[in-house]
């Protein structure tokens, strides 16, 4: 209770404060906007410098190019941009953004994080406080509802998606024809998997002993495990929370789902029960499974990239994960840039995001980076490698499926928290120290009195 | 004590303001030696130390990271009521209890071999510290390639002789031993390198005297080594007790504390709900009670050490 | 027999003990040393010859890793940085901490000994709980992300570390030594540096290395307090292991790892007749 009501205190200082910038930025300018606002986005002689925090994964591939990139559009705007391992981003971008000056202009935030960062009233909202500085042709009905969904919280647009990436299952197609089954298709159901899983344990070199398994996936104790449990529950129909954020997971169709990511181990390899992403990767990319259930943007360094796989763009398919009864599976997981309102580059800050997330930055960052769009209208383009075709394809059926099921992550502070809850007791039922029914009433206990 | 004579008889012939100001300039040079460490300490130590309790007794206020509003014990009941707190206990104390002898005994003996006198000597004991060098991450990463039962080369060997492939990750027990096999890889080296300059300190004469005078290694070994030693034993005991307890890095890199729950150590449970759950006030709650708890132990071992070292 | 037979020894004459001491020792050595030689192994590898079954000694070796991903992941600023941070912090507590450690072994003090109690004692706090406040006190005194900051950090855990170790070490030396020269007309503080530090180097030296040692490899501090200017090789190594985009690279990993190793083992080399040299004048002056 009090705490529900801490929150509404803090929204509502986060919005005053808002409005406050807009009106002192209004009072500012005054009648001289074109001067000002050239001198926001530097100029030759007082170029203007944005700091970003991301994750270490991509902040060196962004900073040697895409900076260069977009300096092209806005040449007096120099940009910095700090990688943080991805276990500690959340707790760093917090503690920077709390301070009464913080270093970065701009945070990169994780799918879940956005709720957790706006609440501390240290974001902008970009369709409000940003809109004076957006431009006109700046399309915001053109991206996917799932993605963009992911920067927004209470109705404010805290952050764009610049790296979409979607929890997809790949396909080993050489092991499918080596066990004689027909290559999947979208409209695969988990019935049917379960059913061909067996034949795909094999033993493909006449050892005498299986050297081929079905699958591959989360199932150590991670954050991120309980995605693949809840994409099956969601796929079902069912959900994790419902409308007044009381977990709704706790009965059989919970049970069921999270059952059914036990029962993968028995088709998984020997030790997958300590595999997360680092090794299913490992596994598949060897050629030991036949599935994989992984968020999408490995596909190049799983099926192209020679130097990290055995694997060819011909033998990899990629597809929604397998059909429940109300659908196919598929699971958001979404970087949005989002600004801070402490900082005091804000124009620039947003022009960088609103550049990479526009029509033109996303077509460039897809064929130069090969990373993933959230906009309709990149999806429709033909891609220039030839290997992001069919991924095109599963990712609009991946946002379709999300945006259908509800397949995301918790919306809400403690998202993060409550993630850790399921972690923590899925993984306890996978390892087998508890029953699954037991473990999820554990969660459920726990998350009630986390949310309370 | 000379020294305390040898100024007294100076005494009468001096005023008195010098004698004063002798005694401030001894005092003085005495506590030259401990000010620069407490000073140091003082500065870096205890205000965060001071915070975290702070924390422990508030709610803290994510928006501005400040402690907001005093709720008494109810983190500490919160921590004491959690399952997951009271299992992470019992397993760091299975580990130290595993761990520490282990890597004491495997220390004192492996420098007690190496210290041997040949030519590359000194090659070996440099090569000897290099596990303990290799960072926890890319150890607990190496390990778990090693130990790997697909990939792993241990599995592999155990399968040239019949046996295996074990699931050295995968079940709880043996992600134990490989807990305690992974970080007394990286440790030992550490107590070996005391041990070796411990060793080398040892007076030679004494050991050649009782060598005349007929002594076997045994009484050797036991009647002047071991006493010798001991004070070193102890404080490298105490040391390794002090960073063993606070071990997470490998946890973190070679299981994760994984499966379920079965390695997670006090440290990295408390990290992860403090870095990554972002809970600061109960993991507070939780640090102070895991300081209390360190510091008793702490005071029994070195109380301990110390009868040790008048014992002998 | 062992007795019997080592009773006859002379130097340069070793009986059958000493050659299976000998090879005891090189046996351990080599158990300890192959998952080192094993991460050297691996970095020279192609990402998809990592992991194979059954593993391969045999592969076509690349330097690939280490001529280009070491350089994108800025390995040799965060290097240098290290080697600034972890000798700093060594030698700061080296002496802060062989002070202290002297005071507790040597110099009546009254309160002293309960502060080194409390020193060791505070040891206790897991380090979490001390990095975040830290960052608070960094940030408020602008010196966050500063080479500083993470000296200072390093030297709460390794001063007393180093005072506990020195302590031992003092206590095990006669007391006549600093008495006579203080006879002499040595100030007290003169006696420590010209008599008990020249014959304390074997053990000032092997608590310097594992001093720095610590300080090299330490994650959780480097990980909170900085983010750019001062970061150290492991918050590079945590970031390669973590990477969330492409999993993690284990020939990058195990090749930086390889490389934050070469310094410290040709230190140690260094340092090794160092070592020796401190006993014999430590011997000789004994």
């Known amino acids: 209770m009090t705490r529900d009501e801490d929150g509404m205190g803090s929204t509502r200082r986060a919005l005053a404060i808002g409005g406050a910038t807009v009106l002192a930025a209004l009072a500012v300018t005054g009648g001289a906007w074109a001067q000002e606002a050239d001198a926001a986005l530097g100029t030759a002689a007082a170029p203007v410098n944005v700091r970003m925090i991301a994750n270490e994964a991509f902040a060196k591939q962004w900073q040697t190019n895409m900076v260069p990139e977009f300096n092209k559009r806005f040449p007096h705007i120099k940009v910095t941009i700090d990688g943080v391992p991805y276990a500690e981003l959340l707790a760093k971008s917090l503690l920077d953004v709390t301070g009464p000056s913080p270093t970065y202009d701009i945070i990169i935030a994780d799918d879940p994080w956005i709720p957790q960062l706006a609440q501390t009233g240290a974001l902008l909202d970009l369709k409000k406080d940003a809109a004076a500085w957006t431009a006109k042709d700046y399309d915001w009905s053109d991206f996917n509802t799932a993605p963009l969904a992911a920067g927004e919280w209470r109705g404010a647009q805290y952050g764009v998606p610049l790296r979409s990436n979607l929890l997809l299952m790949f396909v080993n197609k050489t092991l499918y024809k080596k066990a004689g089954l027909p290559e999947p298709t979208p409209k695969l159901t988990w019935d049917e998997y379960f059913a061909q899983a067996p034949k795909l344990v094999q033993d493909t070199n006449n050892g005498g002993k299986p050297s081929a398994w079905a699958i591959d996936t989360y199932f150590a104790r991670d954050a991120l495990t309980p995605t693949i449990w809840q994409t099956i529950l969601n796929s079902n129909g069912g959900a994790l929370l419902d409308q007044n954020n009381k977990p709704a997971f706790n009965n059989e169709k919970g049970v069921k789902a999270l059952q059914m990511h036990i029962d993968l181990l028995k088709y998984a390899p020997p030790g997958a029960i300590s595999h997360g992403f680092n090794e299913s990767l490992q596994a598949f990319r060897q050629g030991q499974v036949a599935t994989m259930f992984m968020w999408g943007s490995v596909f190049r360094g799983t099926a192209v990239d020679a130097a990290t796989t055995t694997l060819t763009p011909e033998q990899v398919g990629i597809q929604v994960m397998p059909v429940g009864s109300s659908g196919p599976g598929a699971h958001r997981g979404i970087w949005s840039g989002a600004v801070t309102n402490k900082s005091k580059q804000q124009r620039a800050a947003w022009a960088l995001l609103q550049w990479l997330s526009s029509k033109e930055g996303e077509v460039w960052q897809a064929n130069a980076l090969g990373v993933f769009p959230a906009r309709k209208s990149t999806l429709a383009t033909k891609p220039e490698s030839a290997w992001l075709t069919p991924v095109y394809v599963a990712l609009q059926q991946g946002y379709d499926a999300a945006q259908a099921g509800e397949m995301w992550r918790p919306r809400m502070p403690k998202s993060d928290a409550v993630q850790q809850v399921l972690a923590d007791e899925t993984a306890r039922a996978v390892s087998g120290q508890i029953p699954a029914d037991q473990a999820l009433k554990n969660a459920a206990t726990r998350i009630e009195r986390l949310l309370r | 004590m000379t020294r305390t004579r040898a100024m007294s008889t100076d005494e009468a012939a001096r005023p008195k303001t010098s004698r004063m100001w002798l005694g401030i300039k001894d005092f003085l040079s005495r506590w030259t030696f401990m000010t620069p460490a407490a000073l140091l300490l ?69 420098a007690y071999l190496i210290n041997a006198e040949w030519r590359w000597r000194g090659v070996v004991r440099a090569l000897f510290i290099i596990p303990m060098v290799v960072a926890p991450v890319v150890a607990g990463g ?171 | 027999m062992t007795a019997a037979s080592s009773t006859a020894v002379r130097r340069g004459k070793f009986p059958t003990g000493h050659y299976l001491r000998i090879a005891g020792g090189v046996i351990a050595c080599a158990f300890f040393l192959f998952p080192v030689f094993w991460m050297v192994l691996t970095s020279f590898k192609m990402p998809r010859d990592i992991f194979t079954t059954p593993p391969t ?108 170790l020195m302590r031992s070490f003092f206590k095990s ?106 006993l014999a004048d430590g011997a000789t002056k004994g």
């Open chain 3, 173 to 278: 030396l006669p007391p006549e030594l600093e008495e006579s020269a203080m006879l002499d007309g040595c100030t007290r503080f003169g006696a420590f540096v010209r008599i008990i530090v020249p014959i304390s180097m074997p053990g000032l030296l092997s608590t310097l290395i594992f001093s720095i040692i610590l300080a090299w490899e330490e994650l959780l501090f480097a990980l909170v307090l900085t983010n750019r200017f001062a970061t150290t090789i492991p918050v590079a190594i945590a970031g390669i292991a973590g990477d969330s985009v492409n999993g993690a690279n284990w020939g990058a990993l195990t090749a930086v790892g390889t490389l934050t190793v070469i310094p410290v083992v040709i230190f140690a080399l260094l340092v090794q007749k160092w070592l020796i040299k401190g």
């Open chain 3, 57 to 164: 000694l045999f592969f076509t070796p690349t330097i690939e890793t280490y001529t280009s991903y070491i350089w994108h992941a800025d390995v040799p600023r965060r290097m240098l940085n290290t080697v600034i941070v972890a000798c700093g912090a060594g030698l700061l507590s080296i002496v802060a901490g062989s002070m202290a450690g002297y005071a507790l072994a040597r110099v009546k003090l009254r309160g002293a000994a309960t502060i080194g109690a409390l020193i060791l004692l505070s040891r206790g706090v897991p380090p979490i709980a001390l990095a975040v406040p830290m960052f608070l006190v960094a940030r408020r005194l602008g010196i966050a992300d500063q080479h500083i900051t993470l000296i200072l950090a390093y030297c709460t855990f390794l001063i007393p570390y180093v005072m506990w």
């Open chain 2, 142 to 312: 190496v390990w778990r390639m090693l130990l790997d039962p697909l990939w792993g080369v241990v599995n592999y060997l155990l399968g040239l002789i019949g046996a295996g492939p074990v699931d050295w990750l995968g079940d709880p027990v043996l992600a134990m031993v490989t807990l305690v096999l992974v970080d007394t890889w990286r440790w030992t080296p550490f107590v070996t390198l005391i041990a070796t300059a411990a060793l080398l300190a040892l007076p030679q004469d004494v050991f050649e005297a009782a060598e005349i005078d007929g002594a076997n290694w045994w009484i050797k070994f036991k009647s002047i080594a071991i006493p010798l030693l001991m004070p070193v034993i102890a404080a490298t005991f105490i040391v390794r007790w002090l960073g063993a307890v606070k071990m997470f890095d490998i946890a973190l890199a070679t299981t994760n504390g994984g499966p379920g729950h079965a390695t997670s150590v006090i440290n990295l449970f408390i990290y992860e709900e403090a870095f990554r759950s972002l809970k600061f006030a109960e993991s507070s709650a939780m640090a102070v009670i895991v300081l209390i708890l360190t510091m008793a132990l702490t005071a029994i071992f070195l109380r301990g050490a110390k009868k040790l070292e008048d014992m002998y």
């Open chain 2, 42 to 110: 003082l500065a870096t130590l205890a205000y965060p130390i001071l915070y975290t309790i702070q924390i422990s007794f508030s709610e803290l206020d994510l928006g501005s990271f400040t402690p907001s509003g005093f709720v008494g014990w109810d983190n500490y009941l919160t921590v004491l009521e959690d399952d997951r707190f009271w299992n992470a206990l019992r397993v760091t104390g299975i580990y130290l209890v595993l761990a520490l002898p282990l890597q004491m005994a495997l220390g004192f003996g492996i």
